[in-house]
């Protein structure tokens, strides 16, 4: 954990060195997750969210890591992603306690939006003094497509 600490601190100082400051995780081409059972819409998620700039900026703006399971196995995926690693969403699922890694069966279906409404929780929970730090990313508007109404914009 510390040397997760260390090294993302050290990526976010040297990046803000910068004249433009960037966001931690630069610009890449899609790389696969690896798919345990039935969890594709989790990939789909996790791709989303690396994906869109803003989620991704939010993240990298974290500067304590200390106590933040569900932070510190997001930024670790989104680094084997920047790496253009396959990454194993194992870990991070079992940080919020997702049951379809820890004791739900294996071939239980869920979706993408059940999923984003736990992760966000659990990063809004472990980031309260970071300002802003989902709703910047993720506006969620209750009757948007009659699913819980996550939107995720890319800028």
């Known amino acids: 954990m510390r040397s997760l600490h260390l090294h993302l601190q050290g990526i976010i100082i040297k990046y803000r060195k910068q004249v433009v400051v960037t966001s931690v995780f630069r610009e890449v081409a899609p790389v696969g997750i690896q798919n345990p059972s039935n969890a594709c819409y989790m990939n789909a998620l996790l791709q989303s969210l690396f994906h869109t700039y803003k989620f991704r900026n939010a993240l990298g703006s974290v500067m304590d890591f200390n ?7 997001l930024c670790r995926l989104f680094l084997s992603l920047q790496a253009k690693e396959e990454p194993d969403p194992r870990k991070l699922m079992m940080s ?10 294996w071939d239980m279906q869920r979706d993408s939006d059940e999923c984003l409404t736990v992760l966000r929780q659990h990063l809004e929970d472990e980031n309260k003094n970071v300002s802003g730090f989902i709703n910047n990313a993720i506006m969620y508007k209750p009757n948007a497509l009659k699913t819980g109404g996550h939107i995720l914009e890319r800028y």
């Open 96 to 105: 919020i306690n997702w049951q379809t890694f820890d004791d739900g069966p």
């Open 67 to 73: 106590e933040k399971p569900v932070t510190t196995g």
